[in-house]
């Protein structure tokens, strides 16, 4: 003991020695080589730097520093701290910019590093973003090369490395960068394009194999990724070979027919010159753009928040026909996730608006600022029971708050299209169509419509539709706003529902025609305001430079309120008006608060200042329900939670493996103790609700329960895990929204059985930007948990998500193609049904994707409030107009 307490005590001694100046100091000699030039570095003078190190040396009592007369090396003592200084210093700097964030100062400073490929597509759009809505922090950036640039972290110079290589195996160099204290946040990726004189290879296609093409002088060098393709496919340097340092070099020789080069697609920031042809690969080669930290710095807030906006925009350019399609799926599907919460660490760091000081907002606000200190963990059992929503007395309701569990930066749908956006945007806006508490499709602003044939839709208009300004709808405006829906400039969150879509056409005053390139079951209900149609204004839309649902320009729509206040990622207002077609709603007045948090939530509505609150979380469901005001009420949100794999990657490429982990889920227990029972283990990735036209609700279980399943087993995951190619198991990393903390705790529970057979699953929570980047296929990630809500609650929109072109899973099957493409034309709904039961068959039965639960959301409403028709489609068409007051 007394040998314990000595080392104890010396080891005190010695951290109270160091500092963090000394240990700059350390790193400044180990990286210039002498004590002049390390002091100049550090705007010190010589003897100064000098004075420093003798004095630590004799402290320590060894010497750090070697001195010649023209150098300075570290000693093994002086190098060990030195490299311990980069994380101490990060670790530091993330304490002082907490504390100064709470004292109101300004945020910090984030250095970026990375190669000059990467400042257009990457650096400069998120710089830009930073610069608005992160006002206190500043960004300095470093051209480096990516091995520079990782020195440039390792050694504490810069905070972020963005660097892009080929994708590789994710386990070996997840652990090296953690054994060096980094950390790694994929970005996006992207595949390599086979660019190739138009003469050559004449046969069709859209894909090329890349040893098919060996024949030919190849282009290399700085400007291409043509080493990457070569290594691949084993070729060897030929006597005819080029090397050009730019990629416009590149593609001007192959468009003078000398030779093929393969280029990234984001070299393509336009149509390659004439006589080029641009072609996929087969199989496809993928890069990857990552960030790179100290582990340590990735906790500073001003550096999370940077590598929030670097997650958060893909480059987007010229889409080469290969990947289009895919590409557009991938895209518009994920579009529809939940929104990411902004910025929520960083808060803006201007004065508050004084027009704030008197609302429930201050009031939120300050009770945000109590919520660590006063909130408990709720209870793991949940007493909720039906409740009856009350007798309609008939009166008007003056105004109501409603809390939304996250924030909005954009009103537009198109433009910020998570599953949020489109309960607000549904409160102002309306489409051709309605749904209606079975998903049924209603009249909207047609008051009829017919298929003329299997892809003819005529739309008959009100005439006495108006928008919010007093100006009719006309046709034209209804052409206009479908137009504009599905350009992927103007609307990348709706253009991929309307890819499918020919022509738009007025055909008669009151009358638009609408013509689908092939048959779509799906799209008749996309014509509503749960899916693609948000009709405006053309007039509107042009004052504004088409930027609505802005500040200055906020919505122009046909529903039953005007938005008359938005203030982004705070609040937004609605007054009732009397242009619209239907029946005038109660409500007068109405303010959504965007409120992250959700203890800040959960204190707002116990003070008073919340009617309605969205999503209450099932963690703290047993609190909302106890209070006095207010009550929860649970329905089937169609939402979707499962497991899936990279079937490219090792070791998820064996079916054995993903066998064991299929096995290695207990459903039921994560229902019953997580979700509180506030939820349904899920058998299938479709959900009994989207079979609603088909099948009544047992009927859908059972048919779905007909797809094969892997019952939680562990002796039958051991048994797997020992029949595959990796029986003594491995270790991985699967990522989880901090959006969805439900998805981390059940994660967490399946890292806890997969560690019985000898699997280590590594569960990290990172921000949703960066876990909706790993979505990607080439994020090389091998298991991942899916999230996903739909709106309208088709059968076929999140299987052709997770199995059609483009999905997660870099998961191929030509049956599956084409059921999925049949399940697209098929009209009748138990023979549609038929085709997506038999793609799921096949998928489960190569244990691609792991069902876990179909989900249930919980509402917080008033105790004075009704709602009519409350179900899984409750929020997506004009949904205020569904409200009463109740007697007593």
Not at 169 to 184: D, I, K, N, V
Not at 397 to 413: K, R, T, W
Not at 543 to 569: R, S
Not at 575 to 586: A, C, F, H
Request: charged content about 20%; overall charge negative; some cysteine.
């Amino acid at each position: 003991m007394e040998l314990e307490n000595a080392g104890l005590i010396e080891i005190d001694a010695l951290t109270r020695v160091l500092d963090v100046h000394s240990l700059r100091i350390l790193v400044a000699i180990d990286r210039t080589g002498s004590i002049s030039a390390a002091a100049r570095s550090l705007g010190f003078s010589q003897p100064t730097i000098t004075q420093h190190v003798q004095r630590l040396e004799s402290r320590l009592g060894t010497p750090l520093v070697a001195r010649t007369a023209r150098s300075a090396s570290l000693t093994a003592i002086g190098q060990l701290l030195a490299a311990h200084a980069p994380r101490i210093d990060a670790s530091l700097t993330a304490a002082a910019t907490e504390l100064a964030r709470a004292l109101g100062h300004r945020v910090g400073t984030v250095r970026i590093a990375a190669p000059a490929e990467a400042v257009v597509g990457t650096i400069a759009p998120a710089l830009a973003r930073i610069a608005a809505d992160i006002p206190g922090i500043e960004v300095r950036f470093v051209e480096a090369e990516t091995d520079e640039a990782l020195e440039l972290v390792r050694s504490g110079r810069v905070d972020v490395a963005v660097t892009t290589g080929a994708a590789g195996a994710p386990g070996e160099r997840g652990q090296r960068l953690r054994r060096e204290g980094l950390r790694s946040t994929f970005l996006y990726g992207e595949e390599l394009i086979a660019v190739l004189p138009f003469d050559e290879m004449p046969q069709p296609g859209v894909r090329v194999e890349a040893s098919a093409l060996a024949h030919l002088p190849w282009i290399f060098g700085d400007g291409t990724r043509s080493a990457v393709v070569a290594e691949a496919v084993g070729r060897t340097g030929g006597p005819a070979d080029l090397a050009v340092s730019r990629p416009d070099a590149a593609l001007a020789l192959v468009a003078g027919g000398v030779g093929v080069a393969f280029l990234p697609e984001s070299a393509f920031a336009a149509a390659p010159p004439a006589g080029v042809r641009v072609l996929g690969l087969s199989p496809a080669l993928s890069l990857r753009t990552v960030a790179v930290t100290l582990a340590e710095a990735s906790e500073i807030p001003a550096v999370a928040a940077s590598l929030r906006m670097l997650a958060a925009r893909r480059p987007s350019g010229y889409e080469v026909e290969a990947l289009a399609d895919a590409r557009r799926r991938s895209n518009g599907h994920r579009a529809r996730f939940a929104r990411p919460i902004a910025l929520a660490t960083l808060p803006r760091l201007q004065e508050e608006d004084p027009l704030m000081s008197a609302t429930s907002r201050s009031r939120i606000a300050r009770a945000g600022a109590a919520a660590a200190g006063v909130l408990l963990l709720a209870a793991c059992t949940s007493g909720a029971a039906e409740s009856s929503t009350g007798t309609d007395t008939g009166e008007e309701i003056d105004h109501i708050s409603v809390a939304l569990p996250g924030s909005l930066s954009n009103l537009y749908v198109g433009q910020e299209a998570g599953i949020l956006n489109y309960y607000i945007a549904s409160i102002t806006q309306e489409g051709l169509v309605s749904v209606d508490a079975q998903g049924r499709v209603q009249p909207g602003l047609a008051e009829s419509w017919e298929q003329t044939d299997d892809v003819t839709y005529v739309y008959e208009l009100r005439d006495d539709a108006e928008f919010q300004d007093g100006t009719p709808v006309t046709a034209d405006d209804v052409v206009f706003s479908l137009e504009q829906a599905r350009d992927e400039t103007a609307s990348p969150g709706l253009a991929y529902y309307l890819a499918g879509v020919d022509t738009i056409e007025k055909t008669d005053e009151n009358e638009v025609t609408i013509t689908l390139t092939a048959p779509d079951a799906a799209f008749a209900a996309n014509m509503s305001s749960g899916g693609a149609a948000f009709i405006t204004s053309q007039a509107f839309w042009e004052e504004h430079g088409g930027k609505v649902g802005t500040a200055d320009a906020m919505l122009l729509g046909t529903g039953p309120y005007q938005v008359t206040e938005f203030v982004p990622d705070s609040h937004v207002q609605f007054e009732r008006v009397d242009t619209w077609w239907g029946e005038l709603p109660k409500v007068k007045s109405i303010t959504v608060e965007f409120i992250p948090d959700e203890s800040t939530r959960l204190l707002a509505a116990q003070a008073g200042d919340v009617d309605i609150a969205f999503n209450v979380p099932l963690a703290q469901s047993t609190q909302w329900e106890q209070l006095q005001t207010m009550r929860v009420e649970y329905v089937n949100d169609l939402s979707y939670v499962g497991l899936y794999f990279n079937t490219s990657l090792a070791p998820f490429d064996d079916p054995k493996v993903r066998e064991a982990f299929a096995h290695a889920v207990d459903r039921d227990a994560v229902v019953e103790k997580l979700l509180r029972g506030h939820g349904e283990a899920a058998t299938a990735i479709m959900t009994p609700e989207s079979l609603g036209k088909a099948y009544d609700a047992d009927e859908a279980r059972e048919v779905l329960a007909g797809i094969p399943q892997y019952d939680f087993d562990l002796s039958a995951a051991k048994e797997a895990l020992a029949a595959s190619e990796h029986p003594d198991g491995f270790e991985a990393e699967l990522l989880t929204p901090s959006t969805g903390p439900q998805l981390g705790t059940a994660a967490q529970s399946l890292a806890e059985n997969l560690s019985s057979i000898g699997i280590t699953l590594n569960v990290r929570e990172v921000p949703i930007e960066e876990w909706l980047a790993s979505l990607d296929a080439s994020s090389s990630y091998g298991a991942g948990m899916m999230w996903y809500f739909s709106t309208l609650g088709d059968p076929a929109e999140v299987p052709s998500y997770l199995l059609g072109a483009g999905n997660p899973s870099a998961y191929s099957n030509p049956e599956i193609d084409e059921l999925l493409a049949q399940a697209g034309t098929e009209s009748d709904p138990a023979a549609r049904v038929e085709l997506l039961v038999q793609a799921e068959t096949l998928q489960a039965e190569d244990v691609v994707n792991v069902p876990l639960w179909w989900g249930q959301s919980a509402t917080a409403f008033g105790n004075d409030l009704g709602f009519d028709d409350y179900s899984s489609f409750a929020f997506i068409s004009s949904w205020p107009t569904q409200i009463y007051r109740t007697a007593p």
